[in-house]
């Protein structure tokens, strides 16, 4: 099923992105349940309702605002590898706040972890928020110890702009501009 222009499906060499939905609960919850995949995100593993929950919250996102989180399939497989963001930042709260930068995010099932799927996907979602929603700068971040990110956001070209407080912490913050973005993916 194609994405509307509203809710995009992408597609790479060797991934699919998808809008979350309800039909993605069985592996989206597998993952958001392992403790090693949600260690560096929420601290804890996440219950197959509060998936549920986070799958209706992104629903809605896409529907007000044009973007928020997309499950990621591996295309020779059909398996869900991962999943994938563009949103927008927040300090506090439990929603995203409109007029904070956007924000690149990922989580990767483990036995995906080291095979370049996250810096794949990371580009795909990367081109969208500099095309379609022209942003002009797109912040990564994560916490300090999570080294897998870090390498992520330096393969994406991303600047490391110090501790900053997001998502009511502080966190290790990556920008890259739209200028800087083009110019790398040019090379």
């Given amino acids: 099923m194609a994405g509307s222009d509203l809710q995009p499906e992408l597609t790479t060499e060797r991934l699919h992105l998808a809008p979350c939905s309800e ?32 799958i209706e919250r992104v629903k809605v996102r896409w529907a007000k605002l044009g973007y928020s989180w997309w499950t990621i399939f591996e295309r020779k497989s059909g398996e869900i590898a991962r999943a994938g963001c563009i949103q927008n930042l927040r300090r506090e709260g439990d929603e995203p706040d409109p007029e904070s930068p956007f924000e690149i995010g990922w989580q990767l099932q483990r036995d995906k972890w080291g095979r370049g799927f996250a810096t794949e996907a990371a580009r795909a979602m990367g081109d969208f928020a500099f095309t379609r929603l022209r942003a002009d700068a797109l912040y990564a971040v994560c916490h300090p110890e999570n080294s897998a990110s ?8 991303m600047h490391y702009r110090g501790m900053e407080h997001w998502y009511s912490q502080q966190v290790a913050t990556y920008a890259i501009t739209a200028e800087q973005w083009h110019r790398a993916r040019s090379v």
Avoid: C
């Avoid at 592996?27 to 929420?42: F, K």
């Avoid at 870090?150 to 070209?157: E, N, P």
């Fill in 23 to 54: 039909e993605h609960l069985d592996g989206l919850a597998a993952m958001n349940s392992d403790p090693e995949v949600m260690r560096y995100i929420t601290g804890r593993a996440q219950t197959r309702s509060e998936t549920l929950l986070m």
């Fill in 150 to 157: 870090v390498r992520v956001m330096a393969k994406l070209g």
